[in-house]
């Protein structure tokens, strides 16, 4: 005899870990409804272009984390190739604009390539955030979300800093913070750091918002009032300015050039002539031998003083006439080809006594690389006829002071260098008590290339706690002290000189010693963050796979 039960309806399997779990909270994004696709289209294209008035020129800095929380807001799905495709689009909205000076410099193609290679990284961390958030301990809490977010975000940073072809570091958000408070903690650790801080501010402002849709008042006011200590935090940062081993006087030759863009050195000898002539009115507001150091720019002679005569005698004469060394930028063609950028120390009367060359050309500028395969789509490769090859030296240069009797030594960065973090941090490590950047920003138009590249140099002030002349051939030229504040300016495209007594600094900030180790920690967290999703993946794969088991077992039972 049998008995018939009434049938039964499976139960819906349950996820192994969620008894263990705590209830999501109220306030996390990703208890909130996501914002509709076409919105989040549009959140990540504003948010890009909001993240860019942030830097110069426009600098309004706190847009920084306001576009980061537009991304962190329109990311709220559970699809991880979407939130890739919203990571490319704040990205590319972003670099468009930031890097316009490259469409000014090259072109359209270069402009566009490189500001799409740029997003791609924006892409990838949108992607690898969206597998992180299925984490559980990620998913339920917000401080692990925004710590995980502002950590995938960084790592991102650091990737595109070194990868390809020795990276682009150009557009971080520490590059943004300049002149915020947020900026000082460039003393701490660094540009990555900082960059750490604007996006936790900026998941901040997102998950207040969502508290604020909700009218979830404790979550709102936590969340705002953390973000605005985050903002703050760097005035408790001690940023010291006084002289520690003496001070340099110091003259700074901007020269100009008659037209901008890549046909400025067209006239030959109008640059070297243009620097020559700055250091001779140097002469009206100070007395022969007044000054330790004159400097020039990158380029400021259009001809090796080493080889070619006329430039040797010209630039002799202007440092006799001073009572003062010059460090020279121009360009050396070795016999075996190619050239190099390097900063050449010139004594009067003796000539070349030290030299610093270049150490990271910037590709597709000032070398070509894989050439052949990119000519087909631009032929402003061809431009660069002779690629520049990189120098083996840290970048410093050691100056004989007869004023202080000792040597001093100068740190220099060329041009794009200063967006590097260890080409700046080893300048000091190896000695530099100031640091010279050196650069030419004429192919670049009015754009604001150079306002962006002062805004680097004064993060650098105040990461290294050293003194920073920013010498340029058209501008924008300044002092900065190791604060990061500008104590002196000139325009852009103008012929200007300026004088300082700058600090020479001896002191090792915390930036310095540890700035190594800081991209690896950040990389590693990345790391332990995909580990745990993937981990968390398996699990989910393993729990679906034994409920579909045990309905499959229940379904095939007998009846009794």
Not at 245 to 259: F, H, P, R, Y
Not at 424 to 439: N, P, Y
């Amino acid at each position: 005899m049998s008995v018939t039960y009434p049938a039964r309806v499976p139960a819906r399997p349950v996820p192994s870990d969620l008894a263990a779990r705590p209830a999501p909270s109220a306030h996390l994004a990703h208890a909130a409804r996501p914002v509709p696709r076409l919105l989040a289209l549009v959140l990540a294209a504003l948010g890009g272009v909001v993240t860019d008035l942030a830097f110069p020129d426009v600098g309004i800095w706190v847009l920084a984390p306001v576009g980061v929380a537009m991304l962190f807001l329109a990311g709220g799905r559970d699809a991880p190739w979407w939130n890739a495709l919203l990571g490319f689009v704040w990205g590319l909205t972003f670099f468009l604009r930031h890097i316009l000076w490259a469409q000014y410099a090259v072109g359209d193609v270069p402009w566009v390539a490189l500001s799409v290679m740029e997003a791609l990284f924006v892409g990838a961390v949108m992607l690898a955030w969206t597998w992180v958030r299925r984490v559980p301990v990620v998913r339920d809490r917000a401080t692990v979300q925004v710590l995980s977010f502002a950590t995938l975000f960084v790592a991102g940073e650091a990737a595109r800093s070194v990868v390809p072809f020795g990276g682009f570091p150009w557009g971080r958000l520490a590059f943004s913070q300049a002149e915020s408070a947020v900026g000082r903690l460039a003393w701490l650790a660094g540009a990555p750091l900082v960059s750490f801080a604007v996006v936790v501010t900026g998941v901040l402002l997102a998950i207040a918002v969502l508290a604020l849709l909700r009218l979830d008042l404790l979550p709102l006011g936590v969340s705002a009032l953390t973000a605005v200590a985050v903002l703050a935090v760097g005035l408790a940062v001690p940023l010291a300015t006084q002289a520690e081993s003496g001070t340099l006087a110091v003259g700074a030759v901007q020269g100009n050039v008659s037209k901008p863009g890549l046909d400025a050195f067209e006239n030959r000898r109008e640059v070297l002539t243009n620097h020559v002539d700055g250091t001779y009115s140097l002469l009206d507001s100070v007395d022969q031998g007044d000054l330790d150091i004159v400097l020039w720019p990158e380029n400021g002679s259009d001809y090796d003083p080493q080889v070619d005569a006329q430039a040797a005698t010209d630039i002799d004469g202007a440092a006799q006439a001073v009572g003062a060394p010059i460090l020279v930028g121009a360009q050396e063609f070795p016999e075996t080809g190619g050239r190099y950028n390097v900063g050449l120390l010139w004594e009067p009367g003796v000539g070349v006594v030290d030299r610093y060359a270049k150490q990271h050309p910037a590709p597709f500028a000032e070398y070509i690389p894989i050439r052949e395969l990119v000519r087909p789509f631009s032929s402003a490769v061809d431009l660069v006829t002779n690629d520049m090859i990189a120098g083996t030296e840290v970048g410093t240069i050691a100056l004989d002071s007869d004023r202080l009797g000792r040597t001093v030594t100068i740190g220099d960065v060329i041009c794009f260098e200063v967006a590097y973090d260890g080409l700046v941090r080893d300048s000091v490590a190896a000695g530099a008590e100031m640091l010279v950047i050196q650069t030419n920003n004429a192919s670049f138009g009015p754009t604001a290339e150079s306002t962006q590249q002062l805004a680097m140099s004064q993060l650098r002030a105040m990461e290294t706690g050293r003194t920073t002349v920013q010498i340029s051939t058209v501008g924008v030229s300044a002092v900065i002290a190791p604060n990061g504040t500008i104590v002196s300016r000139t325009g852009l495209f103008t012929h200007e000189q300026m004088i300082e007594d700058v600090a020479l600094r001896t002191s090792t900030t915390p930036a310095v010693a540890v700035g190594p180790y800081v991209p690896w920690v950040t990389l590693a967290g990345a790391l332990l963050l995909l580990g745990a999703a993937a981990g968390a993946g398996v699990q989910r794969r393993r729990a679906r796979t034994g409920a579909g088991a045990d309905q499959s077992t229940r379904r095939s039972a007998p009846k009794r």
